[in-house]
Every structure is written in C-alpha cells, then in structure tokens.
C-alpha cells in the first residue's frame, strides 16, 4: 500500500510502498480515504527537537482520518464491513486506575497513532475496533477527517459552562477557529479571537460568528468597552501556546475567570502566579479528547447545526502531498486535507 512516511531522521516526509497491516482479533481494518494534516504532523514534517525525541524512525504518519471498515478481527461483533468511520487516534490501556475509572483520555500509557504507532497516513490503517468512531451518513469524509482537532477544539471549549459567557481565545489557528464556532453554537454571548496572523483572523470571521482582534495592531482592552463589557472575559481558551497571549489572557479575564488551555508553550515561560490568585482564576490543562464523549457530543452537534466546514481551506490529491505541506507550512491556510481516493 502507498504510505506517507518519516524514512530519514530529517526534513520532509517520503511517499513510500508499505504491507497492508495484519489485523489481530480486536481490531479493523480501515481503508483510508481522507486525512488532516495536523500541526503534530508538521513537527515531524520539520523534525523538531520534539520529533526527534518522540518519534521512531520509520514512521507512517498522520492520526486524522476518514475512511470505511473493509476487515473484521474475529473478536470484533459490534461493527460491519463497510461502516464509515473516523476513530481516536490514542491508543490507551485499559488496565491503569484511571482507564479503571473510566477516563480512558488520562491514562498515563497512552500511545498516539502516527507518532508512537504506525499511522493514517497510508491507504489502510489498523486501528483496535474500541477506538472507531462510526460516522453518520450526514458527516462527509472530510469532516470525518476532522473530527480529532474538533474534538480538541470541542474538549476545550465545553471544559466550562459557556451559555450567555463572554469567550476569549487566543490563536486562531483551525482548532482556535473551531472553539470559536463551538463557544458560539454553545450560547457564548461574546466570542473574541486573537492573533498575530491577518489571514488567520481572516478565515476566523469565515468560520464563526467572532470578533477578531490582530494584537500588533489594537488593543484588546478597546474591543472589550466596544462590546459593551462591563468587566473582563468569563471563560478563555488558550490555543496559541504564546506567552505574551497567555499573559494577555490573565489580564483579560474576569475575577473569578476560568482558563483552558490547550496551546502548548516551547519551554518553560515565565508566569505573574499573583495575578492569578489575586483574579482567583481556575486554569485547566486539556490534552486530547474525552473518550468518547467529546465525539459523542462533537458529532451531535454537527447534526445540530455546527458548521466548520469552511476550516478547510485546501484538498489534495495525497500525491500532491508536497503542495499540502506546504500551504500548511506557510501560515496561511486553515485545515488542510488529503484525499487517498484520487
Ligand atoms: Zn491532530
């Protein structure tokens, strides 16, 4: 099978010929027909001194799919050849106190497709049959592609109550974006975004109904007195993993205001811990998804009128591959996906 690789301990990532995985008892097979290129994927495309660290070589890459179940392992009764599916990209054990208890997304084995296991990146992908996630007939593939930065932007966003909230996120890169729309559909009252990146704002206001705010060039505290605020942000979302954005949060928020944060920051950064204690603000760390609620209820609210299509800014055909790095390299798309089917 055609599989995109990390070869090299290096720049870049190959096309290359794979064995179709064997399947044990508890797992699929699924053929693949869309992926997301994720900015893990872009760390590894760039092997970054966290690539180089975190990532076998060889690795087939890629963890967001789309694609439909051709192979049954023979313990594996709940689920039919030919289902569409998207699934969780975390392969998790089920024997740690916290998988024990039911929060499979904490434990602390776990283990990522395309990075730690072989990935979706390929014309077919093993996956153990717990981690599908059937896609509805009314969610297209290139949704199902999606769902896992959705489920990020989701499991951020529902971290606190958001009805009649006013929202502030900082990075309007496509999971930024898509907290945006979701602390929307979620009856947010102001959802604000900040960046540094124009066309990301750009895209922003495609996307979701929020105001976006380019920190080089206004003045955050501006826009909360035009929106007629009274005091400062209810709920923030970190997305950015920027430390001057994180600062400019806590200074935003409200006493008594909660943080998710999801960014993640380059080293250790310097934190005004005071601030924190004198606003009494609860900060949370999000990772991953909630298995399975957060698909359960990203899924139902795209039945129910979340649109984040328009996040996707470009499709290739996956030996177009270079082309779609490369646009997701350059800072100036949303998602982008590649079609294995063409
Ligand atoms: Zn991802």
């Known amino acids: 099978m055609k599989a995109l690789s990390k070869l090299y301990p290096r720049e870049g990532l190959w096309m290359t010929q794979a064995p179709v995985p064997e399947i044990g008892p508890e797992d699929v097979l699924i053929k693949i027909n869309k992926t997301g290129i994720c900015g893990t994927d872009i760390h590894i495309w760039n092997w970054d001194d966290w690539a180089a660290e975190t990532v076998p070589v060889p690795m087939i890459t890629g963890h967001e799919f789309a694609g439909e179940i051709v192979e049954l392992g023979r313990n594996v009764t709940d689920l039919t050849i030919g289902q569409r599916c998207s699934g969780e990209g975390h ?17 602390p084995g776990t283990r990522g497709i395309g990075v730690n296991e072989q990935g979706a990146f390929a014309q077919y992908l093993r996956l153990p049959a717990f981690n599908v ?22 499991h951020t966003a529902l971290s606190f109550d958001l009805i009649g909230e ?47 705010v380019n920190v080089t060039e206004a003045d955050l505290a501006e826009t909360v007195s035009d ?21 400019q949060m806590v200074e935003a928020m409200t006493m008594g205001g909660r943080i998710a944060m999801l960014g993640i920051p380059p ?24 298995i399975f609620e957060t698909w ?25 591959f270079e082309a779609g790095f490369a646009v997701m390299r350059s800072g100036k798309s949303g998602k982008v996906v590649l079609d294995w089917t063409i």
């Open 91 to 107: 392969l998790i054990g089920k024997t740690s106190r916290q998988s024990r208890a039911g929060k499979f997304h904490l434990d």
């Open 133 to 154: 996630v059937p896609l509805p007939d009314d969610i297209p593939d290139e949704i199902g592609a999606i769902l896992d930065p959705l489920g990020n932007a989701v």
């Open 166 to 212: 006013d929202v502030l996120i900082t990075g309007a890169g496509p999971i930024g974006i898509m907290a945006a729309a979701v602390a929307r559909h979620a009856g947010a009252r102001h959802v604000v975004i900040t960046d540094v990146n124009a066309d990301r704002l750009a895209l922003a206001t495609k996307v979701a109904d929020v105001v976006p």
């Open 227 to 247: 929106l007629g605020m009274k005091q400062g942000f209810d709920v923030g979302l970190e997305m950015s993993g920027n430390q001057q954005a994180l600062d």
């Open 267 to 290: 080293g250790k950064s310097p934190v005004d811990w005071s601030r924190i204690v004198f606003k009494a603000i609860t900060i949370k760390g999000v990772y991953g998804r909630e």
């Open 296 to 320: 359960y209820k990203m899924i139902a609210m795209l039945q129910n009128g979340l649109d984040v299509s328009r996040v996707i800014t470009h499709t290739f055909p996956v030996d177009a």
